[in-house]
């Protein structure tokens, strides 16, 4: 659920008053990732992985995927601003969540690894797929600091 979806059924700076916290990811693996977890019982990936993936972010049907939709909207108000306390880096999660923990003045238990999609052989990207992302994405990369050159 997104800041926005939250918001009407709270009472006035009730929001501002909790913490919350959010878990970002750079585009470019979390595009990935979903590529694996979405087509991993079929055969697309094998048959024609750049294409799928292409496609997801192209065919206005796909693209609109609640786990495509871009991480800004999850975490961002109307203007634009982060309204999260925390936001924690998908890839430092484990040290990141002795930043939650103390934010919370609580311990947490230690993360377990669960719903890890195996790697897809041609699951990769190309320049194409690439620049696709960095444009559906340039909010995310810009306002959670990640760099839009460091395709992998």
């Not at 799928?52 to 975490?75: G, N």
């Not at 925390?86 to 690894?113: C, K, T």
């Not at 320049?127 to 992998?152: C, H, K, N, S």
């Amino acid at each position: 659920m997104s800041f926005r979806d939250v918001e009407p059924f709270l009472l006035p700076g009730q929001w501002d008053r909790m913490t919350s916290f959010a878990v970002v990811r750079s585009p470019f693996d979390r595009f990935l990732s979903f590529a694996r977890f979405a087509w991993r019982g079929g055969d697309a990936m094998t048959r024609d992985p750049l294409g799928t993936m292409k496609a997801a972010l192209t065919d206005p049907a796909r693209r609109d995927h609640i786990l495509l939709r871009p991480q800004h909207e999850f975490v961002c108000d109307a203007e634009g601003r982060v309204r999260t306390t925390l936001l924690l880096r998908h890839e430092s999660l484990a040290a990141e969540m002795v930043r939650l923990s103390a934010a919370l003045g609580a311990p947490l238990a230690p993360l377990e690894a669960v719903n890890v999609s195996p790697e897809t052989p041609g699951a990769v990207l190309d320049a194409e797929l690439a620049e696709l992302i960095r444009t559906r994405y340039a909010r995310d990369f810009a306002l959670f600091g990640y760099d839009p050159a460091a395709a992998p």
